[in-house]
């Protein structure tokens, strides 16, 4: 098979293809679609970036065609499962492309948004439904859905489906489908957990795989930077200033550190946008409207988007954090390079991710070029300003309540589906309970017992509770507003409230 007009695909289709100006297919799709339009049931191993989601939309728009059906009430004919919002509204906006000259109707619903507005989507059936495995729980439970007219069931990126924490909702899932349906089951590994899950969607598959995930993208040109923490963001400030660069994904292993270099390229004039799990809906979307229309240079990611966001002209892309799953690293670099187009990938490797770049390199089986650090790069910022968040936080004298985060440190938890996308979040800085460096009652930071102040008396020394000063006679002592009046070892000023306070335990 050479080209789409081999595989007797129905006219509109093919006209769609046309205007799209697709004439060839993938290696995946040459092989996918010939059983798929046969009605058997594929196994198909193919990295992200190889065309999958023509590989299984041709053949499903095509049947669907042939064998036109009523639309039944809250029902579908065809369910497609992503792992992610921006991979499921990328497929479904395939399928409507490729069945621009077909009267099929396809809707896409995942969390993050309202509910209803879905729930109104469906009232009266759809041809296709694309959607991510927590929201589509959420309509069945709601009675707004029911999944036993499912003719057609695509599980795309499984490999990830399983990472994100969603086998249970799989498992639920496919007992609420019919027995008699096709299945068509794609992931980038297949390692014995997948392979048994497949088992359970399957019967009696075809197997296709292509370019095998450790196979990196060919036209993607590596190299990796050795750089402490503290520099990574002026190493990325400085690279950034290359015009070269024209459109360029960074990303992080966490939300936190998402946020914080977003928050630094702003304040180095650069233009850029973060998006993870805890990201709105309405965020995620602004964000990536405005990497594809140029707008926003620079997007920062965690692995949520290492899958799923296909924006044509990403010249570079970052690897600020390396991955500490070697997979992962090639989802990654494969967002640029795309469609024939050439690409960069250049990776920050500190110390203690020399681990995880030998790893990368192991599973790729290729040695990533080393790149020395541009010459006049500034040296690290103070300690207060590195990349580790405790050490952010604890610098900070009257910004917080003793063991609190900082605001824009929680982050905020949107839904179910949007908590599970980013397994990596950044819980936030853990409290610190060191003798010094806490404020004292002036609000000045102190360092072990300050002068004049003596050592707390034993136990046996302390006064008894008849002979405490009455409330009237205790001590004046000012407090900064907003601080919490416990006992702090350590401060000067809080010795007199521990002298009358027995020692909790």
């Known amino acids: 098979m050479t080209l789409f007009t081999d595989f007797g695909l129905a006219q509109p289709i093919l006209k769609a293809l046309s205007a799209e100006g697709y004439e060839k297919p993938t290696p995946i799709q040459a092989q996918t679609i010939p059983y798929a339009m046969e009605g058997r049931d594929v196994c198909g191993i193919a990295q992200t970036g190889t065309g999958k989601t023509a590989a299984f939309a041709l053949p499903i728009l095509h049947r669907l065609s042939e064998t036109p059906k009523p639309r039944k009430h809250k029902s579908a004919r065809v369910l497609v499962l992503s792992p992610t919002r921006e991979l499921a509204s990328q497929i ?38 694309v959607a991510t495995p927590g929201r589509l729980i959420d309509l069945v439970d709601r009675r707004a859905l029911s999944l036993r007219d499912i003719e057609i069931l695509v599980l795309d990126e499984a490999d990830q489906m399983l990472d994100l924490g969603f086998i249970h909702a799989l498992k639920r899932i496919v007992t609420l489908l019919p027995k008699e349906r096709q299945s068509l089951f794609f992931s980038a590994t297949m390692p014995k ?25 060919e036209r993607v040109e590596q190299s990796v930077i050795f750089v402490q923490t503290g520099r990574k963001q002026v190493l990325l400030e400085t690279l950034l200033r290359d015009p070269s660069i024209d459109r360029v994904l960074v990303f992080t292993r966490t939300k936190h550190g998402a946020d914080k270099v977003v928050r630094g390229l702003d304040k180095a004039g650069i233009v850029g946008a973060a998006i993870h799990g805890n990201k709105s809906q309405p965020q995620r979307e602004r964000a990536l409207a405005g990497f594809r229309d140029g707008t926003c240079r620079v997007l920062v990611a965690t692995d949520i988007a290492a899958r799923g966001i296909d924006v044509e002209g990403v010249s570079h892309v970052i690897n600020y954090d390396l991955p500490n799953v070697p997979e992962s690293y090639v989802h990654r670099i494969g967002r640029t390079a795309r469609a024939g187009a050439t690409g960069l990938a250049i990776s920050f490797c500190n110390d203690e991710e020399k681990a995880y770049l030998k790893d990368i390199e192991k599973l790729t089986r290729l040695k990533v070029p080393v790149m020395p650090l541009p010459e006049g790069l500034p040296a690290a910022p103070a300690a207060s300003e590195s990349s580790d968040p405790r050490r952010e936080q604890s610098g900070r004298n009257g910004q917080q309540q003793r063991g609190r985060p900082a605001p824009h440190a929680r982050g905020h938890q949107g839904h179910g589906q949007a908590r599970s996308a980013d397994p990596n979040a950044d819980r936030g800085p ?46 004046a002592q000012a407090k900064p507003a907003g601080q919490r009046s416990e006992g702090r070892r350590g401060d000067g000023a809080q010795v007199a409230w ?6 909790r335990r």
């Open 92 to 129: 479904a906006d395939s399928f409507k492309a490729y069945g621009r000259n077909l009267r099929l109707t396809t809707e896409v619903v995942f969390g993050g948004v309202t509910i209803s507005r879905q729930e109104k989507a469906l009232m009266n059936g759809v041809d296709v439904l």
């Open 193 to 217: 957990t997948i392979s048994t899950l497949a088992e359970s969607f399957l019967r009696n598959p075809a197997h296709v795989a292509v370019t095998p995930v450790a196979t990196t993208a």
């Open 430 to 475: 853990k409290r610190r309970r060191g003798r010094g460096g806490k404020p004292a009652g002036n609000g000045q930071p102190q360092g072990g017992q300050p002068a004049g102040n003596q050592q707390r008396p034993a136990q046996a020394q302390r006064p008894a509770q008849g002979q405490r000063p009455a409330q009237g006679q205790r001590p």
């Open 498 to 503: 521990l002298e009358k306070s027995p020692r």
